[in-house]
């Protein structure tokens, strides 16, 4: 893929430039002008690497997934805060910056991966590290 | 197949059957193509010219398993280079026809004025992607906040066996479902709403994951391309904590091809 030049350092629009397989997958797959070609090649085995990003919101294991993730909010380990308390918390600001970075811990959670107990407070990297708060969280 | 062994054309020095895969169409220019550009099997890249158009095509054998890794990334490496420097139709992965003539009368010469029209609506423009991802944890503290039936289930199910499916639990994870697409709606369009305006188009990609809020092909214009990454730069400053925003590009414009629906 074409590595694209950041505008600007330390933005907070990700600029990924794809490199792996699955990114590129993600990229080209199934796109471009079809043509009525003598001999397409297969994409047995190509495709299964993208499954894992379909899940689609219909199903009552969807509906558990959420329960579950809803279930573990930090909310509930704050070590016997209320709700109240801790909706409070949330509307200034405090929790919502405790708990950035926590994409991928909770989509694994909500994935049945086995690693959720620490996931949302694995990731310090780019984003906890922000000074600047949101208007809208 | 068997007419293949009629043609030359498909035949190597070793005899073994070969066939164009092709890459890409292209305006035929002068220099359109960088000289040392292979591609599968890293075979050099060559030109079918037909008029005011060429196919970007490469000699592949036949003979093996197809779809390697190897392939995919051959195929867009080739890709990325021709949109490197110039306008591009990418041609869908895979393809591949017995010989130079089938390329001409197959696919340049039916579609020549498609292909030149194409090619001149994609001069001077760029496709990006972009993937607005929700952060969980974030968004679900927004639903147990705006809704007080969510809290008050959580609070009932949250001390439950995890592997229970306690309707409770089920009307709770319906509940927020619901809100998040809800959510998910509303975001999304806002998003839009501040980046339609510097864009030429735009087409949805794979979308529906359970997390996610936009997956979609923007084609922006190169001397609008500041004022949509700006845009994009604000939303996603605005909304860092709870949305993350990933743009990829410029790429080929693989998604703004098929049909001529945004001309």
């Known amino acids: 893929m074409t590595v694209a030049s950041q505008r600007r350092g330390g933005g907070y629009l990700e600029r990924p430039a794809p490199s792996g397989l699955a990114d590129v997958v993600e990229v080209i797959l199934d796109k471009g002008i079809v043509i009525d070609a003598y001999v397409r090649v297969s994409l047995v085995g190509i495709e299964l690497l993208t499954i894992d990003a379909r899940i689609v919101i219909a199903s009552v294991d969807t509906y558990l997934r959420f329960a579950e993730a809803t279930n573990r909010l930090d909310l509930y380990e704050k070590g016997g805060k209320d709700l109240t308390e801790a909706i409070g918390d949330l509307q200034e600001g405090g929790a919502s910056k405790k708990t950035s970075g926590a994409v991928k811990g909770v989509k694994k959670a909500l994935t049945g991966g086995d690693d959720d107990e620490d996931g949302p407070r694995k990731r310090p990297a780019k984003k906890a590290s922000r000074s600047r708060r949101s208007q809208e969280a | ?263």
């Open chain 2, 1 to 263: 197949m068997t007419s293949l062994t009629d043609s030359t054309d498909v035949m190597t020095e070793e005899d073994e059957l070969t066939g164009l895969y092709v890459y890409a169409i292209v305006a035929d220019e002068p220099d359109r193509v960088p000289a040392s550009l292979v591609g599968l099997d890293g075979s050099p890249v060559e030109l079918v010219r037909h008029g005011r158009v060429a196919a970007v095509v490469g000699r592949m054998a036949l003979d093996r398993p197809p779809g390697r890794r190897a392939d995919l990334m051959a195929h867009s490496g080739v890709l990325d280079a021709l949109d490197a420097s110039g306008p591009v139709v990418p041609v869908q992965f895979g393809t591949v026809l017995p010989d130079r003539d089938a390329v001409v009368d197959d696919v340049l010469d039916p579609d020549v004025a498609r292909w030149t029209a194409l090619l001149e609506a994609l001069s001077g423009r760029r496709q990006f992607n972009l993937r607005a991802t929700y952060n969980q944890a974030a968004v679900l503290q927004e639903v147990v906040a705006e809704h007080r039936e969510v809290a008050e289930l959580r609070e009932r199910t949250r001390d439950l066996p995890e592997d229970l499916a306690h309707p409770d639990r089920i009307r709770l994870g319906e509940l927020v479902a619901r809100a998040v697409d809800a959510k998910r709606e509303d975001d999304a369009a806002m998003v839009m709403e501040l980046v339609l305006p510097h864009v030429v188009s735009y087409a949805p990609r794979h979308g529906k994951g359970i997390d996610q809020v936009l997956d979609v092909a923007f084609l922006v214009d190169d001397d609008r391309r500041g004022a949509f990454e700006d845009a994009l730069e604000s939303v996603a400053e605005a909304w860092h904590e709870r949305i993350r925003f990933q743009l990829v590009g410029p790429v080929p414009p693989y998604d703004f091809v098929e049909g001529d629906w945004w001309v």
